[in-house]
């Protein structure tokens, strides 16, 4: 929706995608410290690496420790390309911003928010994963109200769409009349 505004969005999913596509250092990486068992078709099989990490902390810490310094890489390059391209207002969607201490690196923190049982059910039915698997990932990451207290500013995505998108028009006014 703030693409639809006009903003300029880097996405850390993308980045952590991109952090280890096969033939990157990234990619060597993580075939280093997991083993071959986690390569599929000459890729990293995401979704066994990620059953793995989501129920083992000692491994999501140690993929952490790859892939998170190469997606700050990507992400500030990609920030300073907008920049030089002349965007007005840059988004940088950060799944894990509080889990990893870096609202600070931010002018301000936003947070779209679901209850965490709707989030399960979206997980499940959007989705499509499993629900251990889902309930294993919730699990991994910061209680959403924890997040809540420490957002600048928090959106609201348990309602409708259109709900949602007058939350997301009413902060793209607010944030805009701040420059």
Known sequence: MLKELGATVIDADEAAHAAYEPGSPGFASVVREFGPDYVRDGRIDRPRLGQLVFNDEDARQRLNAIVHPLVREWMAARTA????????VVVQDVPLLFENGLER???TTVLVYVPEPLQLKRLVEGRGLGEDRA???IASQMRIEEKRKLAARVIDNSGTREATRERVDRLWREVLSVR
Do not use: F, T
């Open 105 to 107: 690196l931010y002018s």
């Open 81 to 88: 390309e907008a920049i030089e391209a002349g965007a007005d």
């Open 135 to 137: 309930k294993a990932m």
